[in-house]
T-cell receptor, first 128, second 109 residues
Framework: QVQLQESGPGLVKPSQTLSLTCTVS??????????WNWIRHHPGRGLEWIGY???????HSNPSLRSRVTMSVDTSKNQFSLKLNSVTAADTALYYC????????????????????WGRGSLITVSS | EIVLTQSPGTLSLSPGERATLSCRAS???????LAWYQQKPGQAPRLLIY???NRATGIPDRFSGSGSETDFTLTISRLEPEDSAVYYC??????????FGGGTKVEIK
């Protein structure tokens, strides 16, 4: 069973940069149909998609965060990473790394998108 | 941006009852790109349904999804105690833009 594991600092000071890395337990980072996402869950609120990166390095991110987000992938280490700069208390959340699947079903002649694997989450608190 | 609104906020039902969860979109969502997730306390979300109607691997057949365009539904036909959780809908749109609903909490009496 493929697993994803986030690693991060836990505590970040306001105005600094939050850095997170996700390690994937197999080499599916190189898969054509997989997109590597960051999703966060604010305390008492819902889920917010931050963005994704493909194995080739192409990225897409939430317009509300785009100016502060940088993502990278290291296929040799089966890892992908997130940097979120100029953080404030509003960035305090549980951050998940998540595998997104873009699947084509030839029988149905239909493609699908969904998140099939989630890490356990890394709690990031922004505080001085 | 497509906004997903889930209702009700909380559903309190007894074991064996039927639960009907609604997800309404501010614009039309392509059915293959609508999914549902279950999240229990202290756990990451788990994929239940993708493509509006397709159950993910290992998901019991008491879970089913339906809907189209702006109105989607997750139905749990016979509630079991382990179904107590928060349920989220999620859409994938062009650009791409991905968004989640605010969640429905299902409580088992």
């Amino acid at each position: 069973q493929v697993q994803l594991q986030e690693s991060g600092p836990g505590l970040v000071k306001p105005s600094q940069t939050l850095s997170l890395t996700c390690t994937v337990s197999d080499d599916s980072v190189r898969g054509d149909n997989f997109y590597w996402n960051w999703i966060r869950h604010h305390p008492g609120r819902g889920l917010e998609w931050i963005g994704y990166i493909s194995y080739s390095g192409s990225t897409h991110s939430n317009p509300s965060l785009r100016s502060r987000v940088t993502m990278s992938v290291d296929t040799s280490k089966n890892q992908f990473s997130l940097k979120l700069n100029s953080v404030t208390a509003a960035d305090t959340a549980l951050y998940y790394c998540v595998r997104g699947v873009y699947q084509f079903d030839s029988t149905a002649d239909q493609s699908y998108w969904y998140f099939d694997l989630w890490g356990r989450g890394s709690l990031i608190t922004v505080s001085s | 941006e497509i906004v997903l609104t889930q209702s009700p906020g909380t559903l309190s039902l007894s074991p064996g009852e039927r639960a009907t969860l609604s997800c309404r979109a501010s614009q039309s969502v392509s059915s293959p790109y609508l999914a549902w997730y279950q999240q229990k306390p202290g756990q990451a979300p788990r994929l239940l349904i993708y493509g509006t109607t397709n159950r993910a691997t290992g998901i019991p057949d008491r879970f089913s999804g339906s809907g189209s365009e702006t109105d989607f539904t997750l139905t749990i036909s016979r509630l079991e105690p382990e179904d107590s959780a928060v349920y989220y809908c999620q859409q994938y749109g062009s650009m791409p833009q991905i968004s989640f609903g605010g969640g429905t909490k299902v409580e088992i009496k």
